[in-house]
């Protein structure tokens, strides 16, 4: 650290974990900045709605700037990130390649989508974890009831179909709403189509649906997406997706022109540009104080970090272990700063939702809590309001569930696309 | 007609005067079908709005199916006309080319912009038209920030400064709403930056700004501007725009990497290739009754129209003009049906507005009524609302402007790049 100066702290990530840091710090005696290659933090667990013209895409995502409006201690860089000069604790970033020095190195970027090298679904399958993404599914979905407008004998070809591939959290509630798109809006909307013959199938590779929750919620979710008419296939590992089909090991061929892969994650790209051990889905390897072995000065939080969770195995990809993280390192390093001896970061499960639908979730509490439907519906609302980023989005999320409630409708079913955006290129 | 089968009326457009024509045929002995190249209804009048940050995307638009969810009688096309078989009354669409027959036709796809051949309008300018390029506006001003914050000294050089070509309406918006999204909001997410020195300049080639108002509301509106600091040229003709400067005819250089150009409109595309005469700005020649000569099943309302005003003149691009074009084709159309001898078009003059700022409009009423400032401007925050298509779109839009007068932000400032909107050419 240089003398006279403030200690700089750089975070590459401003989603839950990089924001988390950042509030922890506040006051603290540092300079923090935050780099991404977004000018915004996404609220990942509610594109799924955007995707399903629920939400708009703006109610998602909050400008980082906007966030820090009155900390002068932190500074925002629209970067991406290319690599480390680990002797100069520098950054180097795209662009003008002006790089960014470090005293301390908060990497917090987050996950992407891990194909697991299976044929076709890089090309021909679409992704969910970014904003664009889900608007691309968005426009996808919609721009397909369009052309079967045309023809609409071609729903029973398939061409209305969605295959999500991924039984987790995700699937089941991206399966779910587009059944209610379908059914609820769509329907309405195409009365020249019979939108009951659009099939929405949720596929699992393991032999249920939502993993990581008990038996008992696992089954009230298969169930409910059933009734909903989802077809859920258990068991059922995808072998291949091509343009008009996913084709399962077994050897069912699903006819369908929108696959959607959210059956895994990796870490972000960055892992591997930055020279730091990696393990399993990429992940970068630390201790029990979120730093990389041999580099005190490099905290990994989040889905990068392959965290120990103190029983042998490392800790979940999920929103509230990046949240803890950060607040984590955020206090370490004013302890470090302070001279006092860093405590062992400990995750503290609070419990975890997921919903399927309307007036259907489940959520799970320590102690063997546990609860469904109506109820665990409006506690996800209700925290899933919470945890968003800002009045502005939280009222008008607000407002759109209200909508979307009361009317069964889903307001934001427009076809945005990306040829039609405007040149973009000028200097 | 056919026999036994309902008149089938076609609109092309689904802006102001083809959805007010929908809703005048509610009811109606006919079968309606809208084609539109986009799946939504723009608002124009907000459009401004999202290039500024004021307003999400979705907030502006609706889409079309979902305003007829309820009509058995209207059906929706997703397609681009590209021209008409007059002997066989069929419409030719882009895509599959299934024709879209009609008994009566009515032309309603608007405005597009006019840059009179000014050079370098095409390739460096934006405008202001469309929900994609209000989107690019935004993008780009938001990029250019981010760019800056890199380079504080280009600030000096213009690399934040904006130029408004055009004085109408539009154009006296839009600048308002950018110096206020500057002074206000960028001001406190950039303090490496000195924002007052980044630049909006409105250049108009007449007199005075907001034409087509008195002189009292056009003088109210130019020192407001000037008090807000948007610097206003007159009897400014620009020459041409270059990547990085606005040249006027009287031999100024404006360095700036943001022009946009909002100082004409011209008939949409549609009126170029359907064989009707046109005349000035491309507008398509009818008469009182808003009919072709010489084909009196078709009509053509709204600013794609060159319709006669009583006085000799034509009538103004107005939405207005469009709205009671639409309500006049519909009645006319039951008229007809029921042997009734149609009435002439009358356009009843209800009055303008326009909105420079924060408490800051003018507004004009027939009989010499005047007003502008804070009522004003209430009255046209209250007028846009009611106009608004759907409680949701009204709803948020009211959540939003709520939001951003006690804030004094704007929230949806997102960088939402179009290379990353994903794959789109699937199948």
Redesign the interface.
């Given at each position: 650290m240089r003398d006279g100066e403030r200690h700089r702290v750089v975070v590459v990530g401003a989603g839950f974990g990089g924001l988390s840091l950042a509030k922890a710090l506040k006051g603290a005696d540092v300079d923090l900045t935050i780099v991404d290659r977004?000018?915004?933090h996404t609220f990942q667990p509610l594109l799924y709605q955007v995707a399903t013209a629920g939400l708009?895409?703006?109610?998602v995502?909050?400008?980082v700037?906007?966030i820090f409006?009155?900390r002068?201690d932190v500074?925002?860089?629209?970067a991406t990130v290319t690599g480390i000069d680990h002797d100069a604790h520098e950054l180097h970033v795209d662009?003008?390649g002006?790089s960014i020095p470090y005293d301390t190195l908060v990497l917090a970027a987050g996950a992407s989508t891990n194909t697991f090298g299976v044929p076709g679904v890089d090309e021909?399958a679409?992704?969910m974890k970014?904003?664009?993404?889900a608007?691309?599914v968005r426009?996808?979905v919609?721009?397909r009831f369009?052309a079967a407008?045309?023809d609409p004998s071609s729903v029973d070809d398939g061409a209305l179909n969605v295959v999500v591939i991924g039984g987790g959290p995700t699937g089941v509630e991206l399966a779910g709403a587009l059944r209610e798109l379908f059914s609820m809006?769509l329907s309405?909307?195409?009365?020249?189509l019979d939108v009951t013959r659009a099939r929405v199938i949720l596929v699992e590779a393991t032999g249920h649906v939502l993993g990581p929750f008990s038996p008992p919620s696992r089954s009230y979710a298969r169930g409910r997406l059933s009734r909903m008419g989802v077809e859920v296939r258990l068991d059922a590992a995808v072998a291949a997706v091509t343009?008009?089909a996913v084709h399962l090991t077994g050897g069912e061929v699903i006819p369908t022109?929108?696959a959607i892969w959210v059956a895994g994650v990796r870490a972000n790209r960055l892992a591997d540009v930055v020279g730091l051990p990696q393990t399993r889905g990429g992940r970068i390897e630390v201790g029990h104080d979120l730093t990389v072995a041999g580099h005190p000065e490099i905290f990994v939080i989040g889905d990068l970090a392959a965290a120990p969770d103190g029983t042998g195995g490392v800790l979940p990809q999920l929103a509230p272990v990046a949240i803890q993280g950060g607040t984590y390192v955020g206090h370490t390093i004013t302890r470090r700063l302070d001279g006092r001896r860093p405590r062992r970061f400990r995750y503290f499960d609070k419990g975890t939702m997921a919903t399927i639908g309307r007036d259907a979730a489940v959520a799970e509490l320590p102690h063997g809590i546990r609860f469904h439907g109506r109820l665990a519906w409006l506690a996800w609302l209700f925290l899933h309001l919470m945890y968003l980023v800002?009045?502005?989005?939280r009222?008008?999320v607000f407002?759109?569930w209200s909508?979307n409630y009361v009317?069964w409708?889903r307001?934001?079913?427009?076809?945005?696309?990306?040829?039609?955006?405007?040149?973009?290129d000028?200097?």
């Open positions: 977004n000018n915004f708009g895409a703006d109610d995502a909050h400008a700037r906007g409006h009155r002068d500074t925002f860089r629209l662009g003008d002006r021909h679409f992704a970014t904003l664009p993404e608007i691309a426009n996808h919609l721009a369009e407008s045309l809006v309405h909307d195409y009365p020249e343009p008009d022109r929108t800002g009045f502005r989005n009222a008008n407002v759109n909508y009317t409708d307001g934001a079913r427009l076809i945005v696309r990306p040829d039609r955006l405007g040149e973009v000028r200097p």
